[in-house]
């Protein structure tokens, strides 16, 4: 299987059902597309989860491989991308436990993005220092070094549910599809994460 760059000016305006079909059917190609279409968002959501540029580039190319071993038992094609990411949080969750250690994202970068109108009650917590001033640099950097270690604390269900939430912007129900839990669990588990990273982060944040 080719994992080069096949897009071509009719396929860029061809649905992701459709080019599953194709390659289904063995059309050359077709799943080339999809992966350049889509890999960039995979590999990205792995980083996030396991933390390691290199561990993500080996977790997006396991997933993509995984897919189109299964393209003929994808049932919603146009889902592709939803089965890519729960591929990539179950082998993120594997190497996880086989290593014994959890998964990194940078929370930092999760408050940074964090979008308007959270499917939550609780709201991320608003963090002190957010001065310009090149003297509270360093200031800055502890406590961005203090948000890297509170949300790898967290535990990996929390973790997921907070970057697909935060970072690739998936609501609740997305989310659940993704990870075959309940929409109620996803919101659980949002909250009580949200609650860890505020007590976690107490002596940053503005009162």
């Known amino acids: 299987m080719s994992m080069t760059s096949g897009v071509t000016r009719a396929e860029t305006g061809v649905s992701d059902a459709e080019l599953v079909a194709r390659a289904a059917r063995g059309e050359s ?17 792995a980083a996030r989860l396991d933390g390691n540029a290199d561990n993500a580039e080996d977790i997006a190319q396991t997933a993509f491989l995984r897919a189109h071993q299964s393209l003929q038992r994808i049932r919603d094609g146009q889902s592709i991308l939803k089965w890519l990411y729960r591929t990539v949080v179950n082998l993120v969750r ?14 930092a970068d999760l408050l940074r993005n964090a ?13 002190a220092d957010r001065s310009q001033d090149p003297e509270r640099t360093v200031t800055s950097e502890m406590r961005n070094d203090a948000l890297n270690r509170a ?26 599809e993704t990870l075959g839990v309940p929409v109620g669990t996803v ?9 860890r990273l505020r007590d976690a982060m107490k002596d940053w944040i503005d009162t």
């Open 94 to 107: 594997d190497r996880a436990k086989s290593a014994r250690r959890k998964p990194w994202v940078a929370l």
């Open 187 to 195: 919101k659980s588990r949002l909250g009580r994460a949200r609650m």
């Open 29 to 45: 190609g077709a799943f080339d597309a999809l992966f350049e279409r889509h890999y960039a968002r995979v590999v990205n959501l």
């Open 151 to 176: 949300i790898a604390s967290l535990p990996p269900d929390f973790r997921e549910v907070v970057v697909l939430h935060h970072l690739e912007q998936m609501d609740v129900l997305e989310i659940a």
């Open 115 to 127: 979008p308007e109108g959270a499917e939550v009650d609780t709201e991320p917590a608003v963090l």
